[in-house]
């Protein structure tokens, strides 16, 4: 299995024109979107629809008129929308579909959809994907990290590192890592004791932290508390239980 990572949105742009075909991409918006979306899929969701914009949004709640309206712009809630971007917001998605527009989660997610199979990243749910991607030993896998705004984001990193690395730690593998992905399994190394911390300090972490939300950022730090894995099944995620 090829091992290979994007770390900022103007790689993630480029996406758009590559061949994955071949390709299982993670995509990993560890702050908050993805966070959000498995958090959604573990309590019962039946779908998640990840929308580019907002005016795409709203016209798909017309394709999906009983689906919920989720996500944010600079961090918080949408006018008019039902559910803002916080994990601790979906705990009670039992059945509905959700439709989310997010600034970087989505977009990432949306540059992959032609890929062989797109998977919504986590730390909470690391342990599944990593079981799941050994069992399904796709060719190559794509490590996207959706940033903050146009830069790289450190807690996505941290993510597609404790997947490398629970990876590695899986001696039926044959992996081929980039060298970027080697960096990666290294950040983990260093900060594996200290995850939450790592997540409160980066960017879009103390900017959450001072806004009052450190709960959402010490809950999108838990590291394989999740066995469901949300898969891209046409346009929406849909949930998977790893057992
Ligand atoms: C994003 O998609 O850019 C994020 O999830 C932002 C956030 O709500 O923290």
């Not at 992905?181 to 409160?200: C, E, I, Y």
Request: glycine residues 8%; contains cysteine.
């Amino acid at each position: 299995m090829s091992l290979s990572v994007v770390l900022t949105p103007a790689e993630i742009l480029s996406l758009a024109a590559a061949n994955l075909s071949e390709t299982t991409a993670v995509v990993f918006d560890v702050l908050r979107a993805t966070s959000t979306m498995t958090m959604a899929l573990h309590h019962g969701a039946a779908a998640i629809y990840p929308a580019k914009d907002i005016a795409e949004a709203h016209a798909l709640k017309e394709k999906h008129p009983d689906a919920l309206l989720g996500g944010e712009r600079h961090g918080e809630i949408i006018s008019g929308f039902d559910l803002g971007n916080s994990p601790l917001e979906y705990n009670n998605v039992t059945g509905r579909e959700i439709i989310s527009t997010t600034t970087n989660g989505t977009i990432a997610l949306r540059a992959v959809t032609h890929a062989g199979m797109v998977i919504a990243g986590s730390l909470l749910n690391i342990s599944a994907m990593a079981s799941w991607l050994a069992a399904h030993q796709p060719a190559k896998l794509l490590m996207v990290c959706a940033g903050t705004g146009n830069d790289f984001a450190i807690e996505d990193a941290l993510g597609a590192g404790a997947l490398l690395h629970d990876l590695t730690s899986r001696n039926e593998l044959k992996l081929q890592p980039s060298d970027a992905a080697k960096m990666l399994l290294t950040l983990w190394n260093t900060h594996r004791n200290d995850v939450p911390s790592v997540l409160a300090n980066s960017r879009n972490g103390s900017r959450l932290c001072e806004r009052g939300r450190t709960a959402e950022v010490e809950c999108c730090a838990q590291l394989s508390v999740f066995q469901t894995v949300g898969i891209l099944s046409g346009d929406a995620l849909r949930p998977h239980l790893v057992p």
